[in-house]
């Protein structure tokens, strides 16, 4: 009888496993982070300058803050020329807040206004407020290609919604442009930009030459998603 119990509470003890684990899996596919950064981390960040480093540093000090962030709101900027490593870096807070058992939520502005287009259609299934309003319940909100669109009204109105909901409901949202100063100003408006950088958020400029040519021949990433590396270790512990 003892061993049949023991049994008994040893499948129970994997069945709970396997649970959280799927739990975890699920909340890294709501996310959406794009397939080629589920393994970027702090740790396989190239910084190869003192300019590198320091993004890397504000990066991971983010990250490592994250719960002063979601009680003060404070967002990024990541501002700069492309194939530089905002993805990576901005991944690798999303990352590192999903693994510690917050919400994140990875999206470009063009997904993000097609995704409230859609609910204009007659057979929608989600009202406009229903989508906005789970884009701003995320603790975390990454918005990628900031100034890509058109910049039509519409599409002004939808960036505004989203980041003046999250921004009284105080989640900290991270911005991926390569805008800089006037010209993102310009794009979404002074006021959205000061909003995110209240309650400790900041601006990282990316000034350095894109050396997205080399990461194929960075072994380091190639390592193990995230969300796999999360759950083996509910597994192990």
């Given at each position: 009888?003892?061993?049949?119990?023991?049994?008994?509470?040893?499948?129970?003890?994997?069945?709970?496993?396997?649970?959280?684990?799927?739990?975890?899996?699920h909340?890294?596919?709501?996310?959406?982070?794009?397939?080629?950064?589920?393994?970027?981390?702090?740790?396989?960040?190239?910084?190869?300058?003192?300019?590198?480093?320091?993004?890397?540093?504000?990066?991971?000090?983010?990250?490592?803050?994250?719960?002063e962030?979601?009680?003060?709101?404070?967002?990024?900027?990541?501002?700069?020329?492309?194939?530089?490593?905002?993805?990576?870096?901005?991944?690798?807070?999303?990352?590192?807040?999903?693994?510690?058992?917050?919400?994140?939520?990875?999206?470009?502005?063009?997904?993000?206004?097609?995704?409230?287009?859609?609910?204009?259609?007659?057979?929608?299934?989600?009202?406009?407020?229903?989508?906005?309003?789970?884009?701003?319940?995320?603790?975390?909100?990454?918005i990628?290609?900031?100034?890509?669109?058109?910049?039509?009204?519409?599409?002004?109105?939808?960036?505004?919604?989203?980041?003046?909901?999250?921004?009284?409901?105080?989640?900290?949202?991270?911005?991926?442009?390569?805008?800089?100063?006037?010209?993102?100003?310009?794009?979404?408006?002074?006021?959205?930009?000061?909003?995110?950088?209240?309650?400790?958020?900041?601006?990282?400029?990316?000034?350095?030459?894109?050396?997205?040519?080399?990461?194929?021949?960075?072994?380091?990433?190639?390592?193990?998603?995230?969300?796999d590396?999360?759950?083996n270790?509910?597994?192990?512990?």
């Open positions: 009888k003892q061993q049949e119990l023991d049994s008994y509470n040893a499948e129970q003890a994997q069945k709970n496993i396997e649970r959280v684990q799927a739990e975890i899996r909340k890294f596919t709501k996310a959406a982070i794009p397939k080629r950064y589920l393994n970027r981390t702090f740790a396989n960040y190239n910084a190869a300058s003192q300019q590198q480093q320091l993004a890397l540093n504000v990066a991971r000090h983010y990250a490592a803050h994250f719960e962030r979601l009680e003060n709101g404070g967002g990024l900027i990541m501002q700069g020329k492309p194939g530089t490593g905002k993805t990576h870096l901005a991944c690798a807070i999303a990352n590192q807040v999903l693994t510690s058992g917050s919400s994140a939520r990875f999206t470009t502005v063009m997904q993000l206004v097609r995704a409230v287009r859609a609910t204009w259609k007659r057979d929608s299934e989600q009202s406009e407020d229903q989508v906005l309003q789970a884009i701003i319940d995320y603790d975390l909100l990454i990628d290609e900031i100034g890509v669109q058109y910049e039509t009204e519409s599409e002004k109105l939808i960036l505004f919604d989203v980041l003046n909901g999250r921004y009284e409901n105080v989640k900290p949202t991270i911005l991926l442009t390569n805008l800089v100063g006037q010209e993102l100003n310009a794009c979404i408006g002074e006021r959205n930009v000061d909003r995110i950088q209240e309650g400790g958020g900041t601006t990282i400029s990316f000034t350095w030459d894109s050396y997205r040519a080399n990461v194929y021949q960075d072994f380091s990433l190639k390592s193990e998603s995230c969300a590396l999360a759950a270790k509910v597994g192990a512990a």
